[in-house]
């Protein structure tokens, strides 16, 4: 179904794998739509408690493909129409997203991997904000996302000089949830995503909405997002389960519902 892409649903999680090893994995207007849909399957499927996005071969994205790129091209448009519905989509997803980065992550591909929600880094993988080498603007949602995970100053820093960050520069950073070495990488990606796919998916889903509401609110309105997320929470049947693990001293086995 999927040419640029491949999608499958393993252990719980929607594995989409952006799949132009011999480009980087960059964008072309067929990957765009793709992904778009990837995620809305993702979002869609009640077996799937996580979505994992990743790169086939040795980058995760060089962003744009560049050799789709031409003077006629309105790039205002391009965002519009292709990457920011992906990045909306990704925000208002009910299923965690995992950024599994496996390689070098530049110019968009590095906003898709900060609009997931956490980022597993394989070490010898690299960030960079290419845009400014090519007279562009960091874009789908860097300007949004950077600044508030690692403040106004280095995410500035990273716009403007564009330099290539290490996998533990970004961990110093705080843009890492683990950083992975390439031996046991299978495995520590594989344990990360079973404690996620176990999580009580509805309330992960009502946090991080949120948090995102948070930032343009105030506390009144965070104090009613909150009481109204715990009311809902409160009727799940996860939180039934939580209680009664808790009282019978085992660990809970939450169904996402
Ligand atoms: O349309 C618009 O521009 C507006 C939207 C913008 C959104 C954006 O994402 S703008 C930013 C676009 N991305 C970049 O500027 C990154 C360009 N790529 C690089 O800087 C480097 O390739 C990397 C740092 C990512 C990796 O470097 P390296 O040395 O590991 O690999 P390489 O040799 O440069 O690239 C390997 C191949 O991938 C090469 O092709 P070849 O020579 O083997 O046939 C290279 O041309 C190709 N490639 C890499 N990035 C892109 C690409 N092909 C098309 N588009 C790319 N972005």
């Known amino acids: 179904m999927f040419e640029t892409i491949l999608y499958e649903v393993r252990k719980s999680a929607a594995w989409i794998t952006l799949n132009r090893?011999?480009?980087?994995?960059?964008?072309?207007?067929?990957?765009?739509?793709?992904?778009?849909?990837?995620?809305?399957?993702g979002d869609q499927?009640?077996?799937?408690?996580?979505?994992?996005?990743?790169?086939?071969?040795?980058?995760?994205?060089?962003?744009?493909?560049l050799g789709e790129a031409d003077a006629a091209f309105d790039y205002g448009e391009l965002l519009t129409n292709r990457?920011?519905?992906?990045?909306?989509?990704?925000?208002?997803?009910?299923?965690?997203?995992?950024a599994v980065v496996n390689g070098t992550a530049a110019g968009a591909?590095?906003?898709?991997?900060?609009?997931?929600?956490?980022?597993?880094?394989?070490?010898?993988?690299?960030?960079?904000?290419?845009?400014?080498?090519?007279?562009?603007?960091?874009d789908s949602g860097?300007?949004?996302?950077?600044?508030?995970?690692?403040?106004?100053?280095?995410?500035?820093?990273?716009?403007?000089?564009?330099?290539?960050?290490?996998?533990?520069?970004?961990?110093?950073?705080?843009?890492?949830?683990?950083?992975?070495?390439?031996?046991?990488?299978?495995?520590?990606?594989?344990?990360f995503l079973d404690k996620i796919v176990s999580m009580p998916t509805k309330a992960i889903a009502?946090?991080?909405s949120n948090v995102q509401k948070s930032w343009n609110s105030t506390l009144e309105e965070v104090l009613d997002l909150e009481a109204e997320a715990q009311r809902l929470a409160g009727r799940s049947k996860d939180h039934l389960e939580g209680v009664r693990a808790f009282v019978e001293k085992r660990k809970p086995a939450f169904q996402g519902k």
């Open 21 to 41: 090893p011999d480009k980087l994995n960059s964008f072309n207007a067929q990957m765009h739509a793709e992904l778009l849909s990837a995620f809305e399957k």
């Open 45 to 65: 499927d009640d077996d799937v408690r996580a979505i994992v996005i990743t790169g086939a071969g040795r980058a995760f994205s060089a962003g744009q493909d």
């Open 83 to 98: 990457y920011n519905p992906i990045i909306l989509k990704m925000a208002a997803s009910q299923k965690p997203i995992v």
């Open 109 to 138: 591909g590095f906003s898709l991997a900060l609009a997931a929600d956490f980022r597993l880094v394989s070490k010898k993988a690299s960030f960079l904000n290419a845009f400014v080498h090519i007279g562009l603007v960091p």
């Open 142 to 191: 860097n300007t949004y996302y950077l600044p508030r995970m690692i403040g106004h100053a280095k995410a500035l820093e990273l716009m403007m000089l564009g330099e290539k960050i290490s996998a533990e520069q970004a961990d110093q950073l705080g843009l890492v949830t683990r950083m992975i070495p390439a031996d046991g990488w299978d495995h520590e990606v594989s344990e």
């Open 206 to 208: 009502m946090m991080k």
